[in-house]
């Protein structure tokens, strides 16, 4: 029972995620982390984002494997391969028209923002920077929130090479929701605070 709950809210994290994502893809904005980093790259690649988002994680399972271990990375290659597929099925399925580029970022980094928090609460997470955001929680008792905003300025000045300036303060805008919606409602479980073993 308490597997069957655990699979079905990170199915749950990733629909909010990719919703959340695609909505900022169609307003051509961008998001933190690696998903951040997919929406910019699909604009100067043949790719699109679920492909992108895929392939940046593989490097990031190692990590994955040597300091959170397998069950752990089992469930975040699971999520980052719901994501990407979801992100695929949405893009060719759902058409949306968002006329107002600040209401879709906080829309859409509220959305993320609460599926990131179901899959940490969950043992799981999107691979890539959420790998590395949990990793220093876990070993450091660093807040994800605060590894994930560090990352977040590094994947907004990749941006700037490639979105406008108001695209890039429409982007910020959808930062601080997320980083707002992990700081009050984030809480590291209590394996998180236990170091491993090196």
């Known amino acids: 029972m308490v597997t069957t709950h655990r699979w079905l809210s990170i199915l749950e994290g990733c629909l909010l995620v990719a919703l959340g994502i695609h909505l900022l893809n169609s307003s051509n904005l961008l998001i933190s982390g690696t998903a951040g980093l997919g929406l910019t790259l699909q604009h100067v690649t043949g790719l699109t984002f679920g492909q992108l988002f895929f392939i940046l994680n593989l490097p990031f399972y190692l990590l994955a494997i040597r300091y959170m271990g397998w069950s752990f990375t089992l469930r975040t290659f699971t999520a980052v391969s719901l994501l990407a597929l979801l992100s695929e099925l949405m893009r060719r399925w ?23 928090i179901i899959l940490f609460r969950h043992q799981a997470s999107l691979g ?24 977040d300025i590094l994947i907004l000045s990749l941006a700037c090479l490639v979105f406008t300036p108001e695209q890039i303060a429409y982007a910020l805008l959808a930062f601080l929701a ?21």
Not at 94 to 99: A, H, Q
């Open 94 to 116: 759902l058409d949306f028209t968002v006329v107002q580029p600040a209401l879709a970022a906080i829309l859409g980094g509220l959305l993320v923002g609460f599926g990131l």
């Open 128 to 151: 890539g920077i959420n790998i590395l955001a949990m990793y220093l929680e876990r070993r450091f008792d660093i807040h994800a929130g605060k590894t994930t905003l560090a990352c």
């Open 178 to 198: 997320l980083s707002s919606v992990m700081g009050r409602y984030h809480r590291p479980p209590a394996w998180a605070r236990v170091p491993q073993a090196s």
